[in-house]
């Protein structure tokens, strides 16, 4: 599975990203392509895939959005043109919209490629500002004033589980290193220990054992 991993979208980022993938049998990995991105827990995600092609052209293009820690979020079968889908995260990880084309096998196929547009929108951009302006029958400034200060705090909150994972990781690497200080300090007590109980053993054993006396004479 070829999968083009990164930072690929911003939270400012409204440019589509657009590629073609290949239609192979079903099975084959070659013909699967997964965009990933991260967000956070409890963020507003909107997918928008527009798809050419037509239904019945001898491929069958297929969605899967899922995230790292197992949540679905949708599968789709046989997309073409716009195919939006708008769902909120469970968890802080990062998710892949998939694409899989496959032959169908009905018919012959002389351009075995479909064409992908794929815009994400997370968060404030996922809004429908125009609607919100229009319920709550703000002015264009106070829909944009109230985008923006959406936007600071998810940069807050951003922030916020930044500085908490590096906080854990900070305790995890003093915990570590604490702990091999202490294996350290016991290795060290056990070759001394050891050293010393060599040495009583071999004194006890010199003492117990008879060395017989040998008399060197000299002779002139």
Same mark, same amino acid.
Request: include cysteine.
């Given at each position: 599975?070829?999968?083009?991993?990164?930072?690929?979208?911003?939270?400012?980022?409204?440019?589509?990203?657009?590629?073609?993938?290949?239609?192979?049998?079903?099975?084959?990995?070659?013909?699967?392509?997964?965009?990933?991105?991260?967000?956070?827990?409890?963020?507003?995600?909107?997918?928008?895939?527009?798809?050419?092609?037509?239904?019945?052209?001898?491929?069958?293009?297929?969605?899967?959005?899922?995230?790292?820690?197992?949540?679905?979020?949708?599968?789709?079968?046989?997309?073409?043109?716009?195919?939006?889908?708008?769902?909120?995260? %469970?968890?802080?990880?990062?998710?892949?919209?998939?694409?899989?084309?496959? =032959?169908?096998?009905?018919?012959?196929?002389?351009?075995?490629?479909? %064409?992908?547009?794929?815009?994400?929108?997370?968060?404030?951009?996922?809004?429908?500002?125009?609607?919100?302006?229009?319920?709550?029958?703000?002015?264009?400034?106070?829909?944009?004033?109230?985008?923006?200060?959406?936007?600071?705090?998810?940069?807050?909150?951003?922030?916020?589980? =930044?500085?908490?994972?590096?906080?854990?990781?900070?305790?995890?690497?003093?915990?570590?290193?604490?702990?091999?200080?202490?294996?350290?300090?016991?290795?060290?007590?056990? =070759?001394?220990? =050891?050293?010393?109980?060599?040495?009583?053993?071999?004194?006890?054993?010199?003492?117990?054992?008879?060395?017989?006396?040998?008399?060197?004479?000299?002779?002139?």
């Amino acid at each position: 599975m070829r999968t083009l991993c990164g930072v690929l979208f911003f939270l400012s980022c409204v440019q589509a990203l657009k590629f073609d993938i290949e239609a192979f049998v079903q099975g084959d990995p070659r013909g699967k392509r997964c965009i990933r991105n991260f967000v956070a827990r409890d963020t507003l995600v909107v997918v928008t895939a527009t798809v050419d092609g037509t239904k019945g052209d001898g491929m069958i293009l297929n969605m899967h959005i899922k995230d790292a820690v197992g949540n679905e979020y949708g599968r789709p079968k046989d997309v073409v043109g716009e195919k939006r889908m708008a769902f909120t995260s %469970h968890a802080d990880a990062s998710f892949d919209v998939c694409f899989e084309n496959n =032959l169908s096998g009905t018919v012959g196929v002389s351009n075995p490629f479909r %064409h992908i547009e794929l815009d994400v929108d997370i968060g404030a951009d996922a809004k429908d500002w125009s609607a919100v302006q229009a319920t709550e029958k703000l002015k264009p400034v106070e829909t944009e004033l109230r985008r923006m200060e959406e936007m600071v705090g998810e940069i807050v909150s951003e922030m916020d589980y =930044l500085r908490t994972r590096e906080q854990k990781l900070r305790d995890t690497n003093e915990s570590t290193n604490n702990r091999v200080k202490w294996f350290a300090f016991s290795t060290m007590g056990m =070759l001394v220990a =050891l050293g010393a109980w060599q040495v009583i053993y071999l004194r006890a054993y010199f003492r117990h054992v008879s060395i017989p006396n040998y008399t060197w004479r000299m002779y002139c």
